[in-house]
């Protein structure tokens, strides 16, 4: 009788095939709190495929690599590998733009104080605008009152940045005049409190000296409180300062908090936006840096069959201004993308008050270039390029001209709309407590496992019938 030993199962083979597709992930300016890493966009499109695909067990993982493209330029690569009966397939290469860096590297290192009066100019420029453009279509009235509601809270912040920043100055200076010196301040005169009857060791009993012992804490106790009353009295006029400093070390150093910083990546990143837009400031430095992406995937060893872009918030403006480009032709390379996703893109705000912004473009991608763009109703700085703000109740089919004007064509998105809850428009309270800007962040949520996002649907358009959910 012979045994036959059990062999260890080999690992499936990976089966390269010419499907793989590659995308460029652009994300929001800053670091939003909503998880914006490229790791993050590329594990939650896995989930979507492996959610959405045909085979019911089939699965999907990541994995890293890292990547050199261009002179000084390096990213991460996260491959999206499907494993099934036949091996494991690598389907789509995530690829991030960073760029943030760039765009912010000339205001990063101003002080705070600076950065200020910088703000202070800028939005009363925004007011402006709003004032002069508030009549333009682009957003319903509910949108723009929340604008100019969101735009007055920023500046009553830069209001009460600058009159605490006066205050702690005039405040250190009058807690330096009106100290009183170190000699002075135990010169003071009241009257004398109870006394003590010193007992001589040798005459003292035991009771005598506890009841001494007590009195003489007493008497101390007393006159602590007496001191204290008396610099209460005496120097009440050094504490409206001393608030003001107190005021100002809990406003600029919280524990945990980092509200100065916050403040200060607030203000650059609104100073940044305000100048791309006004000026086309950095611009060319961060076209640059897609165009060296978008030539490293062409020339590379693995061909793609598709190349898409997906941009978020001001990354989608970021993708635009380079498919199509203001003032020059798009390198041929763009000819290569596929698909565009915008996702929370704010083109209706910019053409509201940049009304010449998305006009005189020109085109060096493809004729067959497919736009999908996701927006949700409550989210105020979305788009649904219905020329009448995200309100449910448009109709968008009566609305064809809203788009990007490259001579004589009209390029328009397929807008998707991607809600949660029942509320589809902004309420009195909505706009006083911002639910607009807050509804931005809620395309996804902070955990990367178990969650449904606005990938399920950019998948979904994006795949269906094709081998990547076959």
Not at 19 to 27: G, K, M, S
Not at 404 to 422: A, L, N, T
């Amino acid at each position: 009788m012979t045994t036959e030993l059990a062999s260890t199962p080999e690992a499936p083979p990976v089966v390269e095939t010419n499907e793989r597709e590659a995308i460029i992930f652009i994300p929001a300016i800053g670091k939003p709190w909503d998880d914006p890493s490229i790791e993050g966009v590329a594990r939650r499109i896995s989930i979507a495929i492996d959610r959405q695909s045909i085979t019911e067990k089939a699965k999907t993982h990541v994995e890293v690599a890292e990547q050199d493209y261009g002179s000084s330029f390096k990213c991460k690569m996260f491959t999206i590998v499907k494993k099934d009966a036949n091996g494991d397939r690598p389907l789509i290469d995530v690829f991030g733009l960073d760029y943030n860096d760039t765009l912010v590297e000339s205001y990063v290192k101003r002080t705070l104080f600076t950065k200020t009066l910088l703000l202070v100019v800028t939005l009363i420029d925004g007011f402006r605008r709003l004032l002069f453009r508030f009549y333009r279509r682009g957003k319903s009235l509910k949108e723009k009152l929340q604008l100019a509601y969101g735009l007055m809270i920023a500046g009553l912040l830069v209001v009460y940045l600058v009159i605490l920043i006066t205050a702690v100055v005039s405040s250190v200076e009058q807690l330096i005049k009106k100290s009183p010196p170190a000699n002075q301040q135990t010169q003071t005169t009241s009257k004398p409190g109870p006394t003590t009857a010193v007992v001589p060791p040798a005459e003292a009993g035991v009771s005598d000296t506890v009841f001494g012992g007590i009195n003489t804490v007493a008497g101390g106790v007393w006159d602590g409180i007496r001191s204290v009353w008396t610099f209460i009295r005496t120097q009440r006029s050094l504490f409206p300062p001393i608030i003001v400093l107190l005021t100002a070390v809990g406003f600029v150093v919280p524990p945990k908090a980092q509200l100065k910083e916050r403040i200060s990546l607030a203000a650059t990143n609104y100073l940044c936006l305000i100048h791309y837009l006004n000026w086309g400031e950095r611009s060319h430095a961060i076209g640059g840096k897609l165009e060296a992406l978008i030539e490293h995937l062409v020339e590379r060893d693995q061909v793609y069959k598709k190349i898409h872009i997906i941009g978020y918030s001001f990354g989608s403006i970021v993708a635009v201004d380079n498919l199509f480009g203001l003032g020059r032709k798009p390198i041929d390379r763009f000819e290569r993308i596929d698909t565009l996703v915008t996702i929370g893109c704010p083109f209706d705000i910019i053409r509201t008050y940049w009304p010449a912004y998305f006009t005189g473009r020109q085109s060096g991608g493809s004729a067959e270039l497919k736009w999908i763009n996701v927006y949700s109703p409550i989210d105020i700085l979305s788009s649904n390029f219905a020329d009448a703000g995200n309100e449910s109740r448009v109709d968008e089919s009566k609305n064809e001209g809203v788009g990007i004007e490259v001579g004589d064509k009209i390029y328009k998105p397929e807008s998707i709309r991607f809600s949660q809850g029942s509320s589809q428009v902004l309420g009195l309270l909505d706009i006083l407590t911002l639910t607009g800007f807050k509804a931005h962040t809620l395309y996804w949520g902070e955990e990367v496992k178990g969650e449904i996002t606005c990938f399920h649907t950019i998948v979904e358009e994006m795949y269906k019938g094709t081998p990547v959910l076959n």
